[in-house]
Nanobody, 131 residues
Framework: QVQLVESGGGLVQAGESLRLSCAFS??????????MGWFRQAPGKEREFVAG???????FYPESVKGRFTISRDNAKNTVSLRIDSLKPDDTAVYYC???????????????????????WGQGTQVTVSS
């Protein structure tokens, strides 16, 4: 069974850093041949793209989080991580990781930021930032 499980969320103070992890269960080749993304959904808002990484290790971010968010992957461990620095109260949200089907080695921001590009989603992990 293919699944994604996020961890690492919690209650943090503004200005601190946090590292979220996402573990993939399934065939290792399936993970390494896919692009991965992180999305978040704040209360009352739509889910939004915050980071993506393609098969080559290329990383993609929206301008709103560039410089504070860092996505990385470890294909040997079937994991993808998201580090968030200088956390703000506006970062409070449920964070989801997601996996695309098998993709080209190089992806584009346009592809990675679209939710319809992803076939598998995790259940999410809550991040709450207090001021």
């Amino acid at each position: 069974q293919v699944q994604l499980v996020e961890s690492g969320g919690g209650l943090v103070q503004a200005g601190e850093s946090l590292r979220l992890s996402c573990a993939f269960s399934g065939r290792t080749r399936t993970f390494s041949e896919a692009a991965m993304g992180w999305f978040r959904q704040a209360p009352g808002k739509e889910r939004e793209f915050v980071a993506g990484i393609d098969r080559s290790g290329g990383t993609f971010y929206p301008e709103s989080v560039k410089g504070r968010f860092t996505i990385s992957r470890d294909n040997a461990k079937n994991t993808v991580s998201l580090r968030i620095d200088s956390l703000k109260p506006d970062d409070t949200a449920v964070y989801y990781c997601a996996k695309t089907p098998r993709t080209a080695f190089y992806a584009s921001l346009d592809y990675l930021r679209e939710q319809k590009s992803y076939e598998t989603w995790g259940q999410g992990t809550q991040v709450t930032v207090s001021s």
